[in-house]
């Protein structure tokens, strides 16, 4: 298995420009789960989903959306960049139905907004 | 609002030493608590998870203690090897369904010393 894949790896945006992160799991989780994490700091969850076709907000959805049309894939889109929008974005995924609901990380895409 | 926090930001130790780090979180009605490595310019690795109803996790060199009614979590490191050498985060799930009840500490930065 591949586990949590994503790309790009890297990524300058100027203002105002719209971008999609993909992000691919192949372990047949329910769930998925898109990050950001800025320097120094932990994580932040921007959007999560259950299910295919079932999306909901995290702590920090502004200027972000999701959709979630098959099991595998969970894309993050940014619609108008900004520069506070500058971080490294981790994508994760865990089995829901599992007791621990131990959740998987990809690589990160470290995007830059100028 | 549960809130998580590492302190020391930023450890340093001689090679061969044992070392803990600590993890505490506000709300003891957690789900379970997660210990992720996360080495420069890369994705997070779990290390270990443990459960509400348990009080320890080990795995070869690492053992991860939970009271969850005094809110705190340690992660001890034996024998320490410069190869450990990385940013160690804690991640407390509040329930266990709900995505957007997952938070992560700062972390603290590891470094070990030859």
């Known amino acids: 298995n591949a586990g949590v894949t994503q790309t790009p790896k890297f990524r300058i945006l100027k203002i105002g420009q719209s971008m999609t992160l993909q992000c691919t799991q192949d372990?047949?989780?329910?769930?998925m789960y898109w990050y950001r994490q800025d320097p120094g700091m932990g994580l932040k969850l921007i959007y999560y989903s259950v299910g295919a076709g079932i999306t909901d907000k995290g702590e920090v959805p502004n200027g972000y959306n999701v959709s979630r049309s098959t099991t595998e894939d969970f894309p993050l889109r940014l619609e108008l960049a900004a520069p506070s929008q500058t971080s490294v974005y981790f994508c994760?995924?865990?089995?829901?139905?599992?007791?621990?609901?131990?959740?998987?990380f990809g690589p990160g895409t470290r995007l830059t907004v100028l | 609002k549960q809130e998580v926090t590492q302190i020391p930001a930023a450890l340093s130790v001689p090679e061969g030493e044992n070392l803990v780090l600590n993890c505490s979180f506000t709300d003891s009605a957690i789900y379970n608590l997660q210990w992720f490595r996360q080495d420069p310019g890369k994705g997070l690795t779990s290390l270990l998870l443990?459960?509400?109803?348990?009080r320890e996790q080990t795995s070869g060199r690492l053992n991860a203690s939970l009271d969850k009614s005094s809110g705190r979590s340690t992660l001890y490191i034996a024998a320490s090897q410069p190869g450990d050498s990385a940013t160690y985060l804690c991640?407390?799930?509040?329930?266990?369904?709900?995505?957007?009840?997952?938070?992560f500490g700062s972390g603290t930065r590891l470094s070990i010393r030859p």
């Open positions: 443990i459960q509400s109803s348990q």
């Open positions: 991640a407390v799930r509040g329930s266990a369904s709900s995505a957007s009840k997952i938070i």
């Open positions: 372990m047949n989780h329910n769930y």
């Open positions: 994760a995924s865990s089995d829901g139905t599992a007791a621990d609901n131990e959740q998987f």
